[in-house]
């Protein structure tokens, strides 16, 4: 089970360097699909913001820290990482490594030039290495990408590793968007990382980096692009840690003895956490929550007695849906005391985890469904309203929908007022049942909710769709 540090909601993995290379080697001797995530600061603030990318770092199977504020936070919250791990220092090891074991490398992105330099100076500083690709799309955003294409061509290459140079959040969407298309072992956003190796961006001194001053190098080469992002990043995320801490420490003048027990019930097995959690207890919750993942049993979590948990604890905590998801199986939390609540509530992590009131609840794993959608047809009109979350989970259900519209239909109305989620996944679809509806004479329109109208501003897509502010036709 992973080892993490949760800092703003998100696991960061406790490796140094060489164990992130190893990890990289077990995922591609796996062959199954794995995304690793190389997160800064700006990483996890455009979190704060964006509820889809951080739906995906609760997802993707390693997050390295790529910032020295990352590692210093996680000693102000007493579970201090390992050490920084830049995806500017992975993709040149990376190199090497796939040149020694064979390895193939597919590159993604970035500027034309750029990516061809950064490929030459790859192959000559690491003789025998495989690159099978190296395509830099015209920029566009993902929804509207000739997205087919990009896969055919990767499909045809069978890389083991992806490196994708898109920028984050795109890169890191994009690759999840796609994960069930990608066959690739090891797929990474690599940002910039194409520029550098280029000799495009020059990287600050190495005494700068290992400092945490590499910021104000990149910010006196790039004033005027990055001041805003720099500023914004450095208030919110002062202000974010701060908070964090304070909600985690609050609570550590009660000492009570610590304990993890566990009991079988039905078809769960019930955690109990008690007392004041922290990484002396981190190895036995793991493997008491790992045994009980492995039988034919679901997970409950009792917190009823927990006064609090240290960062690290609060790291596994957030990795195990995943882990139980992997063997069909749920996690869920009955007890959340109030304190607990503030921290869950301050890192925006709620709704990763399954809280329920009553243990009877818990047990029998009720929740109600997530996404509903109702079609009322008119004639020639169609209206379909959502609500709920409308995300991958969910999107094979709105997919049905979508298919079963006659085909006669001259405009769709797509009522998202009470739409709470939508992931890009999601969007896509829309947007591709939108053009498919256009070639044969039907129009669709979006209206959106809250949540709607914040990502299509957000990704920048209010022209792509036809969004209205009332509903006339269907409704």
Request: with cysteine; glycine share 6%.
């Amino acid at each position: 089970m992973r080892n993490t540090v949760a800092i703003l909601g998100i696991p960061i993995d406790d490796l140094n360097t060489e164990q992130v290379m190893e990890r990289l080697d077990e995922f591609v001797a796996s062959q199954r699909f794995h995304q690793v995530a190389t997160a800064n600061t700006d990483f996890l603030i455009q979190g704060l913001d964006d509820p889809e990318l951080k739906a995906i770092l609760w997802t993707v199977d390693l997050v390295v820290p790529d910032g020295m504020p990352i590692v210093l936070a996680s000693k102000w919250l007493d579970a201090p990482l390992k050490e920084r791990v830049t995806g500017a220092d992975l993709v040149p090891m990376l190199a090497q490594r796939a040149a020694q074991k064979g390895y193939k490398i597919f590159m993604l992105g970035g500027k034309p030039e750029n990516a061809q330099k950064a490929k030459l100076r790859m192959e000559q500083e690491n003789p025998g290495l495989q690159i099978v690709g190296c395509s830099s799309p015209a920029p566009s955003h993902i929804v509207t990408m000739d997205n087919e294409k990009i896969l055919a061509e990767i499909e045809a290459a069978q890389p083991d590793i992806l490196l994708v140079a898109f920028g984050n959040p795109k890169q890191e969407k994009w690759i999840h968007m796609h994960r069930d298309r990608l066959k690739v072992p090891v797929c990474i956003g690599v940002g910039g990382t194409f520029d550098f190796l280029a000799g495009a961006t020059v990287r600050a001194p190495e005494w700068m980096q290992k400092s945490g001053f590499e910021w104000l190098h990149r910010l006196c080469q790039e004033p005027r692009r990055l001041w805003r992002r720099y500023v914004r990043d450095i208030v919110h995320f002062a202000r974010f840690i701060t908070l964090q801490l304070w909600v985690m420490r609050r609570r550590k003048h009660t000492q009570g003895k610590a304990r993890v027990a566990d009991i079988a019930l039905g078809d769960c097995t019930v955690i109990s956490l008690v007392g004041s959690l922290d990484s002396k207890q981190l190895s036995k919750f793991q493997a008491k929550a790992e045994h009980a993942l492995n039988l034919p049993s679901h997970l409950v979590l009792d917190l009823q007695n927990t006064t609090d948990m240290d960062s690290a604890i609060l790291g596994t905590l957030l990795n195990l849906p995943k882990r139980a998801a992997f063997v069909g199986r749920e996690v869920r939390l009955v007890g959340v005391p109030s304190h607990l609540k503030s921290v869950l509530k301050i890192s925006q992590a709620q709704s990763r985890l399954r809280v329920y009131q009553t243990f009877t609840d818990a047990l029998r794993g009720q929740l109600p469904e997530t996404l509903e959608v109702r079609t009322t047809l008119r004639g020639n009109l169609a209206a379909l309203v959502l609500d709920g979350a409308a995300n991958e989970e969910n999107r094979p259900y709105l997919e049905l929908h979508l298919r079963q519209l006659p085909s006669f239909l001259d405009h769709v109305e797509l009522d998202m007022r009470e739409v709470d989620f939508l992931d890009i996944g999601t969007l896509a679809l829309l947007h591709r049942f939108a053009e498919e509806r256009k070639k044969f004479g039907c129009d669709v329109s979006l209206m959106p909710g809250e949540a709607v109208g914040r990502l299509l501003t957000r990704e920048k897509l209010t022209t792509a769709f036809d969004v209205v502010s009332t509903l006339s036709k269907a409704a």
